[in-house]
């Protein structure tokens, strides 16, 4: 079984599966098209693609990148902040060695990241106040 698109005047109708391609209705402006692989657009809907029915699906939505490279935290850092960021990084080498080691073979940190991002975010909010913790973590423009 194949699946076909029935356009009437241009307009889509409906999608069916049948064993062989439904005649058209020349009175009534239907035509059926064999289904071709849906794309990506700007607006959904059917319409007819070198002699296809294709599907417009929406485009994904870009995720903005919201990165911070890390020589702008410690540029952002007094030397009281850097020295316990320091002292920080100094125990997670022991007690939390994998965040230890995205911080520090990391060039810069993507806020978008869903486990390291608010991984770090605790780290510091733990070290400053949280609005403190949020200015240094603010990403690069």
């Keep these: 079984m194949e699946l076909y698109a029935c356009f009437i005047d241009g307009q889509f109708l409906e999608v069916r599966y049948r064993t062989g391609k439904p005649a058209d209705v020349p009175k009534k402006k239907a035509v059926w098209v064999p289904v071709g692989?849906?794309?990506?657009?700007?607006?959904?809907?059917?319409k007819i693609v070198k002699g296809l029915a294709v599907e417009t699906i929406l485009k994904k939505p870009r995720q903005q990148k919201h990165t911070i490279r890390k020589t702008t935290i410690w540029i952002r850092m007094t030397d009281v902040e850097a020295a316990s960021a320091q002292a920080k990084l100094e125990e997670m080498?022991?007690?939390?060695?994998?965040?230890?080691?995205?911080?520090?073979?990391?060039f810069d940190i993507d806020h978008n990241e869903t486990e390291f991002f608010p991984e770090l975010q605790k780290v510091f909010t733990s070290l400053y106040r949280a609005d403190r913790a949020t200015e240094l973590l603010e990403p690069d423009r």
């Design 37 to 46: 692989e849906k794309v990506e657009g700007d607006k959904p809907g059917w």
């Design 93 to 106: 080498k022991v007690g939390a060695p994998r965040l230890y080691r995205l911080f520090a073979d990391s």
